[in-house]
């Protein structure tokens, strides 16, 4: 079974309160993560309430959430308020704010109030570097690096990633995200490195049972969807 063979942790990433709950229900998932695309994308209105709400359903595994001002004294009092939602929240700061300004000091100010924290949308290793000593006082704090973005970028992400293992290594209150991974590939890549946790979508974790899969199998499979799909169509030349 997957469980056994791997030690990654696999956090669904996503805002649909059903989907979530499947998830919650997948003895594979360690967490989940959402930001305010998803959260928009699910349809979600009231960004409090939501959140509150999917707390009382998953008291028991870390949760992300994102605050979504670009002010930093603003961004502040939403990380408090997020934080104060749940023992198993972690608040998710950008790396910046979007006029490139680096979060860094408000990262600090956070850590050592004790909020447990997730820093998102990280690309590159020099932003790896520039947040890990920001966060040597947080009690426990996520490093999402987004490789599969590096990915659609045309770049190959696993000398980033295995280049923000090494900077991680020395504090073990930090793990490291592979985030937005593409593929089931992804999974084994960042399990390989020792990445801590990847985040997954739900039609991306309903793959992993393919994990391993026989491939001449999975080529007869191949060949008796496309026959099959074209009979039900009644296709004819």
Not at 25 to 53: E, H, Q, S, V, W
Request: proline letters at 6%; one cysteine or more; hydrophobic letters at 45%.
């Amino acid at each position: 079974m997957m469980e056994k063979r791997f030690k990654i942790r696999i956090f669904a990433d996503g805002a649909d309160k059903a989907g979530m709950l499947e998830m919650y229900r997948n003895p594979l998932i360690a967490g989940f993560t959402t930001n305010p695309t998803l959260m928009r994308k699910a349809g979600i209105a009231d960004y409090a309430a939501f959140a509150r709400d999917i707390l009382k359903s998953i008291p028991d595994r870390p949760i992300s959430f994102e605050v979504f001002s670009d002010d930093f004294t603003d961004m502040e009092r939403q990380a408090h308020m997020i934080a104060s939602w749940g023992s198993n929240v972690f608040v998710k700061i950008p790396i910046t704010n979007t006029q490139g300004v680096s979060s860094a000091p408000l990262i600090a100010r956070l850590s050592a109030a004790g909020i447990r924290l997730n820093i998102t949308a990280m690309l590159t290793i020099d932003q790896v570097r520039t947040v890990t000593p920001c966060l040597v006082k947080c009690p426990e704090a996520y490093v999402s690096v987004f490789a599969g973005r590096i990915a659609d970028s045309g770049r190959d992400p696993l000398p980033i990633m295995r280049e923000a293992v090494a900077c991680l290594k020395p504090y073990p209150n930090m793990s490291l995200i592979w985030a937005s991974p593409r593929e089931i590939l992804n999974l084994v890549q960042a399990e390989s490195i020792g990445c801590q946790i990847i985040t997954m979508t739900n039609d991306l974790i309903k793959k992993t049972p393919l994990i391993g899969k026989d491939l001449s199998a999975f080529s007869l499979e191949t060949v008796k969807m496309f026959y099959d799909d074209a009979c039900k169509a009644n296709f004819h030349i």
